[in-house]
Antibody, heavy 120, light 113 residues
Framework: EAHLLESGGGLVQPGGSLRLSCATS????????MSWVRQAPGKGLQWVSG????????YYADSVKGRFTISRDTSNNTLYLQMDSLRVEDTALYYC?????????????WGQGTLVTVSS | DIVMTQSPDSLAVSLGERATINCKSS????????????FAWYQQKPGQPPKLLIY???TRESGVPDRFSGSGSETDFTLTISSLQAEDVAVYYC?????????FGQGTRLEIK
């Protein structure tokens, strides 16, 4: 059974940076595409970023392009999201999600999320 | 970007009755080379992460009760709960993974009448 555990969230001022981590276990990390999905308080789901199983191709929502960077480390089965130039509207619960071999697959396992609050 | 629009926004159904949620995509999510719809349904209960229910538009995820079913193709899709149970109270989201950015519908809140 896949397990995903996010960490790194917290309170940060506008313009600041945070690095989220998603530690994974229970599946073959290097054969699965991965994504970050966020949910603002009381709102719906918004896909943020995705990365292929090899790590060679990354995708971003327009709202975070140029500010966020997704990466993965197969040596410790961990997914990352570097978030720079944070804005108030980036405040949300950030989930990491496991997909299939291809990035063009649904997300079959999710973590519990880590909360990011951007406020002065 | 592909826009996903769900209807209704909220729904109240009596226990044991059928619940139907619709989702429309702004363009086809059917990939002709493999005849698969790149479309999924998720369930989210309060305080929990989303849970995958249906993928490829009609394939039920392992462990999902068979009262949940998905149908539709190209741009119009439906999630049906054949006999509503109390534990089905949740928000349901549709999703397309045909093209990036991956997009979700706005969600449908399902309650007991």
């Amino acid at each position: 059974e896949a397990h995903l555990l996010e960490s790194g969230g917290g309170l940060v001022q506008p313009g600041g940076s945070l690095r989220l981590s998603c530690a994974t276990s229970g599946f073959s990390f290097n054969t699965c595409a991965m994504s970050w999905v966020r949910q603002a308080p009381g709102k719906g789901l918004q896909w943020v970023s995705g990365i292929t199983s090899s790590g060679t191709t990354t995708y971003y929502a327009d709202s975070v392009k140029g500010r966020f960077t997704i990466s993965r480390d197969t040596s410790n089965n961990t997914l990352y999201l570097q978030m720079d130039s944070l804005r108030v509207e980036d405040t949300a619960l950030y989930y990491c999600a496991k997909q299939g071999v291809s990035g063009y697959t649904s997300a079959d396992s999710w973590g519990q999320g880590t909360l990011v609050t951007v406020s002065s | 970007d592909i826009v996903m629009t769900q209807s209704p926004d909220s729904l109240a159904v009596s226990l044991g009755e059928r619940a139907t949620i619709n989702c429309k995509s702004s363009q086809s999510v059917l990939y002709s080379s493999n005849n698969k719809n790149y479309f999924a349904w998720y369930q989210q209960k309060p305080g929990q992460p989303p849970k995958l229910l249906i993928y490829w538009a009609s394939t039920r995820e392992s462990g999902v009760p068979d009262r949940f079913s998905g149908s539709g193709s190209e741009t119009d899709f439906t999630l049906t709960i054949s006999s509503l149970q109390a534990e089905d109270v949740a928000v349901y989201y549709c999703q397309q993974y045909y093209s990036n950015p991956i997009t979700f519908g706005q969600g449908t809140r399902l309650e007991i009448k």
